[in-house]
């Protein structure tokens, strides 16, 4: 037996993890936990808004579409919400054209100065997803 001792041997099979390296493990699983809960719940609501939808496309009356276009909106704002989407502007809202956060919906031979929001813009944290889609705002003719 060498000098100063000796230490017992561990048994064969993976090294031990120490305390720090267990507990980032065990918060890395419940991150995934999470996450994979956040995607189970938008998945719920987007199989909801399919059927919305579908409920909205063979509607048999205006009241009835109404309803279903109502239910497919608010499905589809929950779908957004569990993955962390924001909607930008407001509908029917006027605003300063800006090329960065507005899409054209009519062609232009110059950019407006001001535009009317016809489709909301969606954000993820900083990042702009999708621009706001807009349309000229007529500029009013002076009179004589």
């Given amino acids: 037996m060498p000098a100063g001792g000796s230490k017992a041997k561990r048994p064969p099979g993976p090294p ?3 305390a720090a390296r267990q507990r980032a493990a065990q918060a890395i699983s419940v ?3 999470l996450a994979e809960a956040a995607w189970a719940e938008a998945d719920a609501a987007l199989a909801q808004a399919l059927a919305d ?3 909205a496309e063979t509607a048999l009356t205006k009241a009835a579409r109404a309803d279903a276009i109502e239910r497919l909106g608010q499905a589809l704002a929950r779908v957004g919400r569990k993955r962390g989407l ?3 502007g407001a509908l029917g ?3 300063a054209f800006d090329a960065r956060q507005h899409e054209l919906n009519a062609a232009v031979a110059q950019a ?3 535009v009317l929001i016809q489709a909301r813009g969606v954000m993820r944290g900083g990042e702009l997803l999708e621009k706001a889609r807009v349309v000229p705002v007529e500029a009013k003719k002076k009179r004589p």
């Fill in 86 to 88: 924001t909607r930008v």
């Fill in 16 to 18: 031990k993890k120490s």
């Fill in 31 to 33: 991150t995934d936990a």
């Fill in 53 to 55: 939808f579908d409920e």
């Fill in 112 to 114: 407006p100065k001001a």
């Fill in 93 to 95: 809202e006027t605003a």
